[in-house]
């Protein structure tokens, strides 16, 4: 019984935005992003985390955006025109994800989805929860959940 079941649970496919930082793709559940925009200069908050930007007004309210990059360990990003913020709903909080382009949008199943190589730090591993290969691409999915700082989450509620 349990393998039927299985069965029907694999075949559903879940929708994915692709992502790029710098040389690297990633995606996130495409259920979690709630609007697409063009880089705005975020206003800085003292005191805050490095990969914490600042903050925009999205119609009225204040939006934190995060420089996925440098949360993801992989350096500062040097916002220009070119670069898009992602807005994402994660943990009844939207925030704002500062990252270099979206790519594409992705039709998998779970068993497309790899598990994130055991050579992974913990740090990777939290962050990165499986990875896809798509076309040649490899493609890490991130786990929103664990985007925002403990602090921050407090903060913010």
Not at 12 to 26: C, H, K, S
Not at 52 to 59: E, S, T
Not at 111 to 136: M, N, Y
Request: proline residues 4%.
């Amino acid at each position: 019984m349990n393998q039927v079941l299985n069965t029907k649970a694999s075949d559903q496919r879940r929708e994915l935005i692709a992502f790029r930082i710098g040389d690297q793709e990633y995606c996130v559940d495409i259920m979690m992003v709630r609007e697409i925009r063009g880089w705005t200069p975020a206003t800085p908050l003292p005191h805050a985390q490095s990969y914490i930007r600042g903050v925009i007004n999205l119609r009225g309210t204040v939006l934190p955006i995060i420089d996925l990059s440098e949360r993801l360990g992989l350096g500062t990003t040097i916002a220009e025109a070119r670069h898009v913020i992602i807005v994402v709903r994660c943990e009844n909080r939207e925030v704002g994800l500062l990252v270099d382009a979206v790519c594409d949008i992705l039709s998998v199943t779970d068993e497309e989805i790899q598990p994130t190589p055991s050579v992974a730090s913990d740090t990777v591993k939290s962050f990165v929860r499986g990875i896809l290969a798509v076309e040649g691409r490899m493609i890490g999915l991130i786990g929103l959940d664990r985007i925002l700082p403990d602090e921050f989450e407090a903060e913010a509620a």
